[in-house]
């Protein structure tokens, strides 16, 4: 995947008919919490009263259009984790409660890298983009949990209108290994990434079959979906918790937003 998305987008595509439409949302949570300098996996480390992870699926949650959300965990943390998110989950979901048309949200265990995990819940959704029930996949980095609905809905659109869209906000202050200045409208890549479901579960069929394994999502999907990738706008806020002090910063972040 090159450092900076296909810009200028191209001109829109044929969509296709969105009258069934419906999203489904994977939120990538089997990582590890060692560069945090937790015992434990980043995501359940507690932000503002709530797990690290709870975050980013109830902004999945709170997005139009979202029918399923999908969370990924190590196999070794399934009931970990389903037991910090259950506290938090709506009452009309499932999961917090039953409710006629409430999003579904679900547990699959994660495989030994980012890729392998992609790959097994896209089998766990299958069936229904097969099947026509979802237009529109989301990926999402559960260690990103300031990423609001808006940003959600946005590379939704974008995805059903070009093929493939996620966040890219300006990164400065960049050096290269000679200490060399890099352009300056380098543009970093963040999640969530949003793409046609059909033409990624394709993608990521054919990945499975010459053992390719991308960064992320979008890299399998440029690969192998003739469709493009295009940016929608995102900036620093969107931060991915990695190191001790992001977790003070995205209190007070969310302290500022009154999230």
């Not at 969370?71 to 409660?97: R, W």
């Not at 992320?216 to 620093?236: K, Q």
Request: proline fraction near 10%; aromatic fraction near 4%.
């Amino acid at each position: 995947m090159p450092d900076q998305p296909t810009a200028p987008a191209p001109p829109p595509i044929e969509s296709p008919d969105q009258s069934q439409a419906s999203v489904s949302v994977v939120v990538l949570g089997a990582g590890s919490g060692s560069r945090v300098g937790a015992g434990v996996n980043k995501v359940l480390l507690p932000l503002a009263g709530r797990p690290v992870l709870a975050w980013s699926v109830l902004a999945a949650l709170a997005t139009p259009g979202v029918t399923r959300v999908l969370v990924v965990a190590h196999p070794d943390e399934l009931d970990e984790v389903a037991e910090a998110l259950a506290p938090h989950l709506p009452d009309d979901s499932p999961g917090g409660g039953e409710g006629p048309g409430a999003p579904e949200v679900g547990l699959v265990a994660g495989g030994p890298t980012r890729h392998a995990s992609e790959a097994r819940a896209l089998r766990t959704l299958a069936d229904d983009v097969e099947a026509g029930r979802t237009d529109v996949l989301v990926v999402h980095d559960g260690a990103r949990p300031l990423a609001p609905a808006a940003l959600f809905t946005a590379v939704v659109e974008a995805a059903r209108a070009r093929g493939g869209a996620l966040p890219g906000a300006p990164v400065a202050g960049v050096l290269t290994r000679a200490l060399q200045r890099v352009p300056s409208d380098l543009v970093g890549v963040q999640t969530p990434q949003a793409f046609r479901a059909g033409p990624l579960l394709a993608a990521y069929r054919r990945a499975d079959d010459d053992g390719f394994e991308g960064t992320d999502t979008a890299a399998c999907f440029a690969r192998y979906a003739d469709l493009p990738v295009v940016a929608v706008a995102s900036g620093p806020a969107n931060l991915k918790v990695t190191w001790p002090e992001d977790l003070a910063l995205a209190e007070e972040l969310l302290g500022l937003s009154g999230r």
